[in-house]
């Protein structure tokens, strides 16, 4: 258990609105990840941080941004939800004990209708 | 060609057969591998972790990494209906900022 809680757990939101997902660590890990699950995609890496302030796009980073205001929080928004967007959001950390490897949130469903 | 391929499945076996799961890699500079497991709507959880070439054993399971190949391997032995779950392999050239890799996970199903 890497103590990572994701919020909201599921969430239903309509086309434009702003959606903003997040992720608490209490594992004090340097980086975190937000990654989106689909069919046929796999998991696709959005944003990731490297540590407070410091964070880079991944794969696909298009429509979405992100904070890291504190070591233990990480915001993923959806500055005007579409229904592209709809999919299962996973946030994760990496800390210097864990080597290569990262652990994975409980997973964050949003429809976009 | 993609970075990791991995066969979709899905994967149904009875309950104690052998498991084998595959991926194939196209980048040679890849040299940590992972093999998470992920129950129906949950998120993935490390199963197994091995550096360059070689054997990892845990219990039932058996991670096999062939650099020369670009191929890697898990084996599922005496396999359990709690077995079944999508397998994602995962890999990265390490560093600092070094990403993982997803394949894009197997379904197994482990019928009694």
């Known amino acids: 258990d890497a103590g990572i809680t994701q919020s909201p757990r599921h969430k239903v939101t309509e086309t434009g609105t702003p959606v903003t997902l997040r992720c608490h660590q209490t594992?004090?890990?340097?980086?975190m990840y937000w990654y989106r699950q689909d069919p046929g995609h796999g998991l696709r890496l959005i944003h990731y941080?490297?540590?407070?302030?410091?964070?880079d796009k991944g794969e696909v980073s298009d429509g979405y941004s992100v904070s890291r205001s504190k070591t233990e929080d990480f915001l993923l928004t959806l500055e005007s939800a579409t229904s592209s967007q709809t999919s299962v959001y996973f946030c994760?950390?990496?800390?210097?004990?864990?080597?290569?490897?990262?652990?994975f949130g409980e997973g964050s469903w949003l429809t976009v209708v | 060609q993609k970075e990791v391929e991995q066969d979709p499945g899905p994967l149904s076996v009875p309950e104690g057969a052998i498991v084998s799961l595959n991926c194939t890699y196209s980048?040679?500079?890849?040299?940590?591998f992972m093999w998470y497991r992920q129950y129906s709507r949950k998120g993935p959880e490390l199963l197994m972790y091995?550096?360059?070439?070689g054997n990892k054993e845990d219990g039932r399971f058996t991670a096999q990494v062939d650099k020369s190949s670009k191929y890697i391997s898990l084996f599922i032995r005496d396999s359990q209906p709690s077995d079944s779950a999508t397998y994602l392999c995962?890999?990265?050239?390490?560093?600092?900022?070094?990403?993982?890799?997803f394949g894009k996970g197997t379904k197994l199903s482990v019928k009694p």
């Open positions: 091995t550096y360059s070439s």
């Open positions: 941080s490297y540590g407070v302030k410091d964070t």
């Open positions: 594992e004090n890990h340097r980086y």
């Open positions: 994760a950390t990496r800390g210097p004990l864990s080597g290569n490897t990262i652990y």
């Open positions: 980048n040679s500079a890849f040299q940590y």
């Open positions: 995962a890999m990265t050239n390490g560093g600092s900022q070094g990403n993982l890799i």
